[in-house]
């Protein structure tokens, strides 16, 4: 995992904290594959832990693109997989400047797991 997050006012147990998750995004298919298979699979598959079913994915955009049509692609990625449990639907949250928020649900066994995906565009500092 990338970075771990203990927020006291969110969690009830005092061990508790958010996966985060970071990755790379230029709009190309090399980078939206390992953005599902290294980075959602390692929630899905239980690799990294989920403390009441929520954690985030970051996508660091170091290409301008078009970061809502790349959203798409990648949930084409996700639900193409052969693992149900990487399935889901990107829904926006929220669009602010450089940065695009989603949410997307998955199911793992009988709970579910809510990935927040946040790509935030750094390509203008990026040589």
């Known amino acids: 995992m990338d970075i771990r997050i203990l927020l006291k006012s969110?969690?009830?147990k005092e061990d508790a904290y958010y996966v985060i998750e970071?990755?790379?995004i230029d709009g190309t298919s090399d980078l939206n594959k390992k953005y599902v298979k290294e980075g959602?699979?390692?929630f899905v598959t239980q690799k990294?832990?989920?403390y009441y079913g929520r954690n985030i994915m970051l996508g660091f955009v170091v290409k301008?693109?078009?970061?809502?049509a790349n959203a798409k692609l990648i949930e084409g990625i996700q639900n193409a997989d052969l693992n149900q449990h990487v399935h889901g639907n990107l829904r926006l949250v929220k669009s602010e400047g450089v940065t695009e928020s989603y949410k997307c649900m998955y199911q793992i066994q009988s709970e579910g797991l809510e990935l927040r995906h946040i790509?935030?565009?750094y390509?203008?500092?990026m040589q």
């Open 64 to 68: 301008k693109i078009d970061m809502s």
């Open 22 to 24: 970071c990755k790379r």
């Open 10 to 12: 969110d969690f009830e």
């Open 48 to 50: 990294y832990s989920s």
């Open 123 to 125: 390509s203008s500092v």
């Open 119 to 121: 790509f935030s565009d």
């Open 40 to 42: 959602v699979a390692s």
